[in-house]
């Protein structure tokens, strides 16, 4: 293990708004602590609450939040190490309306209430193209079933990915399942940043860790956006 996972395991401890409760836990179907109650419990006000699934590094929760004081944004990830940039981001910043949650998406409905949440961002997830059955890749039907137990009807769903393979099969689960796509792009930055409003281009232009890493390799971002 390097030192330097070691320093920000600790340190996510330190956090106010970081939770890093026991997996097996969530295993067992122990519901958390604040389920029901993030707005009360974990931000003290009745604002809107913003998931950013499989998060990394949080780009999408800190930039959302230094924008949107008013609406809640918690950044979910399996890896500690990797949020911990987000979390002390927000730190740093007194950022108020950010928490990050470490569990395992497969589990994500022991944390949160059904219509406790308003919207969802999930980027750069993982393709999984060995996973026909889609129980790993987190934008398949059985994961859209689970997001759909916490979603207000009405709400969005935004997806930026480099794969035009877990774009497609994405696609393909959010329309079976009911979901109406609004917004439908293959090339954000290519087209889609010049025919949307000036609030969406911008937040089409937070790019993540694993984006930058995708578009320095010269690859198209896709962009989805759903209403449940
Ligand atoms: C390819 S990275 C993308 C990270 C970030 N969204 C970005 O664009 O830079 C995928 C992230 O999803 C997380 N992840 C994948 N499957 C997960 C799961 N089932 N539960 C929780 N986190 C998961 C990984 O730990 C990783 O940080």
Known sequence: MGKGKLVKWLENRTFERVFEP????????????????????????DHPIVLELGCGKGEYTVGQARKYPDKNFVGVDIKGHRFWRGAKTANQEELKNVAFLRTRIEFIDRFFAPGEVDEVWITFSDPQPKDEKGTKRITSSIF???????????????????????YEL???????????????????YGELVHRVDPELRE?????????????EEGRKIHYMQLRV
């Open 22 to 45: 026991p997996l097996q836990a969530a295993v067992e179907g122990v519901e958390f602590v604040h389920k029901g109650k993030w707005r009360e419990d974990v931000f003290g006000n």
């Open 144 to 166: 859209i079933e689970r997001y759909k137990k916490f979603l207000k009807p009405g709400s969005l769903v935004h997806i930026k990915s480099d794969s035009p393979l877990l």
């Open 170 to 188: 994405s696609k393909e689960s959010y329309l079976e399942a009911g979901y109406d796509i609004l917004v439908d792009s293959q090339d954000v």
């Open 203 to 215: 937040l089409l232009e937070i790019r993540t860790f694993y984006e930058q890493m995708w578009l």
